[in-house]
């Protein structure tokens, strides 16, 4: 049974930093497509960045050059390192998984099978 349990919310002002981590768990890790993902209250979720089992990554326009996926396979964890955080960002993060997502659909949420419960991110200005 694939588990995913994320870590490392929280609430800071803008300009800082935090990071994610999503422990995982009940498949061949690096076997997986994994991402972040977030949802805002009264918005649709919203890819963030991924990270293809073949080691591609994408992120989306609103957070490239400010936040960092990575992944640590002796650990079976994902990170997400959010850098130069805006109120924007507030959202609750999602960790997400699947076995294989093609290049077009990386950032879509709709086509990811396992989903962590999340964990919540809020920056004050």
């Known amino acids: 049974q694939v588990q995913l349990v994320e870590s490392g919310g929280g609430s800071v002002q803008a300009g800082e930093s935090l990071r994610l981590s999503c422990a995982a768990s009940?498949?061949?890790?690096?076997?997986?497509?994994m991402g972040w993902f977030r949802q805002a209250p009264g918005k649709e979720r919203e890819g963030v960045a991924v990270?293809?089992?073949?080691?591609?990554?994408m992120y989306a326009d609103s957070v490239k050059g400010r936040f960092t996926i990575s992944q640590d396979n002796a650990k079976n964890t994902l990170y997400l390192q959010m850098n130069s955080l805006k109120p924007e960002d507030t959202a609750m993060y999602y960790c997400?998984?699947?076995?294989?997502?093609?290049?077009?659909?990386?950032?879509?949420?709709?086509?990811?099978?396992?989903w962590g419960q999340g964990t919540q991110v809020t920056v004050s200005s």
């Open positions: 997400s998984a699947d076995s294989w997502v093609s290049a077009a659909y990386l950032l879509n949420p709709h086509v990811y099978k396992y």
């Open positions: 990270i293809r089992s073949d080691g591609r990554t």
């Open positions: 009940g498949y061949r890790y690096n076997s997986y497509s």
